[in-house]
């Protein structure tokens, strides 16, 4: 889980390494479409000379200031939407366009008016302040122009070397349904021989115990103690869990989210295989108890709390997946 909690470090990197798409459409220096911005609310001491034409719902047309790029973020709001307001903790689902500002070609980086598959971005303390703030402003129809230079990343990422300054342009389609507190649904009396799940119920943390003499499998064992009722997680997704890991046979602990107060958030293509094979197709709501063989886990490697050749034990609840 290490892993995945390295990736969730990086989140606001992904913001600058944007390639989603061709660069079809918009083209920098073009004055088509109406012209949007006159009565956009700016961030204080933020006017980068940017213009955004275009409606929203489609590819906007992003036109660039001559001269050298911002060297501080900003946003603005291009048009502020009429549906529900943006808050701080929301998944919200966007179209975004992406440009490198390098002051020459100012060249689209992609686009998923492109790709046609808009974007999930969690408005929490991983994103740059400039994006935390923004996104605030804008309810769901809105559009966003944040110019994201490298002030934004400069005190996590200090040692980064300097990428061009990035002008997104957001379209806000709509919020993503909270994750579930705790898995919910009705009991399944199924188990893992070896293993022991006790259901407290409520929000509660399940006790997983792996104290044992019997003979950890080979294969991937996977079990559904809580049958959940939502859509069944992909292996392209994202997804919100709490979890409990111990070593097969000695119960030994080596994490858990809810010991640490708050549920864990991964794409699920870059944990461990175990749990990309375990957890694709679990319906959210679920509860399930995984037994992980080393090939699958983390193998002859040794890792904090886990020695190496382990048999993996979680239990799982599938709180979301977007």
């Known amino acids: 889980m290490r892993r995945a909690q390295a990736v969730l470090a990086a989140v606001p990197l992904i913001l600058f390494a944007a390639a989603c798409g ?3 459409g918009a083209t920098p220096g073009a004055t088509t479409g109406a012209t949007t911005s006159a009565s956009a609310s700016t961030a204080a001491g933020a ?12 590819k906007p047309t992003v036109t660039f200031p001559s001269g050298s790029p911002a060297t501080k973020s900003s946003y603005e709001v291009i048009q502020a939407g009429d549906g529900t307001g943006v808050k701080a ?3 919200v689902i966007v179209n975004l366009t992406v440009y490198n500002w390098d002051g020459k070609g100012n060249a689209v980086a992609g ?8 974007e999930t971005i969690a408005v929490n303390e991983q994103l740059p302040q400039v994006l935390q703030e923004g996104f605030t402003k804008v309810k769901h129809g809105g559009r966003l122009l944040a110019v994201l230079a490298n002030d934004s990343v400069a005190q996590q990422q200090a040692t980064t070397p300097a990428e061009p300054t990035k002008v997104f342009v957001f379209d806000v389609v709509g919020t993503q349904p909270a994750a579930l507190k705790a898995a919910t649904g009705k009991e399944t009396g199924e188990s893992i021989k070896g293993v022991k799940v006790d259901n407290p119920g409520g929000e509660k943390a399940p ?3 792996t104290k044992t003499d019997e003979k950890a499998s080979k294969e991937l064992v996977v079990k559904t103690i809580i049958q959940g009722t939502g859509a069944k ?3 392209n997704q994202t997804l919100v869990v709490h979890y409990t890991g111990k070593i097969w046979g000695t119960d030994q602990q080596f994490d858990s989210s809810w010991e640490r107060g708050q549920p864990a958030e991964f794409p699920l ?4 295989q175990g749990w990309q094979k375990g957890l694709a197709g679990v319906p959210v709501g679920s509860r399930v108890v995984m037994s992980i063989p080393p090939d699958l886990g983390y193998g002859s490697q040794a890792q904090q709390g886990i020695p190496a050749n382990s048999t993996l034990v979680f239990v799982v609840d599938v709180l979301g997946a977007y």
Do not use: F, W
Not at 111 to 118: E, G, I, L
């Open 207 to 209: 006790t997983l115990t």
């Open 233 to 235: 997680a992909q292996a």
């Open 89 to 91: 903790g929301d998944r």
């Open 47 to 58: 006017p980068s000379g940017v213009k955004v034409t275009g409606n929203v719902g489609a």
């Open 269 to 272: 293509a870059q944990v461990i």
């Open 22 to 24: 061709s660069d079809n």
């Open 111 to 118: 686009s998923s008016y492109d790709t046609k598959a808009p």
